[in-house]
């Protein structure tokens, strides 16, 4: 199996949502492009990117929405070193359709008090729901690696809840400890390194805001 000896995990830039939820009125949320604030910071991650994987081939995995391609495309990856497959898996927590603000933020105090892993959005997605779709692309990702030719890196443009998710289940954290950590900020970036032993670590721990709180002695 041709396991990377990288797999970076870049959250997309700051888009419009990120700095006036009223657009969720008007807007669907795959549809929501990058600030100009958003467009620097993805050239910025971007730039690192490229020094880590060099002239290197890179397997591109992007979440479908818009503010995701936006950002990969502010990479400047040279085309002839990657392949870029559009992931649906990779997406944005569903919040429902057209989204009222007002009841968005009663829904986020809710969610904060029931806990973000099992809380359900009206019509949409629990953070349990993610999980599962997440699972299922890693399951995908590891067969993947049964091609001798796999590229030596992988990188997933994607969103920091999916990200959370990703690295609780590869690293297989409990719950508890998922709902401890915050998500990254955009156009942060972590990354899964193979080390000699056969194992992955994560180069950069997510912040978190609390200890982890466990129901049974497996947390």
Request: net charge negative.
């Amino acid at each position: 199996m041709a396991r990377p000896r990288r797999i970076v995990l870049v959250r997309h830039g700051e888009s419009t949502g990120n700095v006036d939820d009223s657009v969720y009125e008007r807007e669907p949320d795959h549809a929501l492009a990058l600030t100009e604030r958003g467009w620097r910071q993805a050239e910025e991650t971007g730039k690192r990117v490229r020094e880590i994987f060099g002239r290197e081939p890179v397997s591109v995995y992007v979440s479908p929405y818009r503010r995701t391609h936006e950002t990969l495309r502010a990479f400047h990856l040279d085309p002839d070193l990657i392949r870029v497959r559009e992931e649906p898996r990779l997406r944005e927590q569903d919040w429902g359709n057209w989204q009222d603000r007002d009841d968005v933020r009663l829904q986020k105090t809710y969610r904060d008090a029931y806990g973000h892993f099992f809380f359900r959005f009206p019509q949409g997605e629990s953070g349990a729901d993610v999980y599962d779709r997440v699972g299922g692309f890693l399951e995908s990702l590891f067969r993947s690696f049964e091609a001798p030719d796999h590229p030596p890196n992988v990188l997933l443009v994607t969103h920091g809840l999916a990200m959370r998710l990703f690295c609780m289940r590869w690293f297989h954290w409990t719950v508890a400890e998922f709902e401890s950590l915050s998500n990254p900020g955009n156009a942060e970036m972590r990354m899964l390194v193979l080390g000699e032993d056969g194992k992955y670590t994560l180069n950069q721990p997510f912040d978190r805001w609390r200890d982890p709180e466990p129901y049974w002695m497996s947390g």
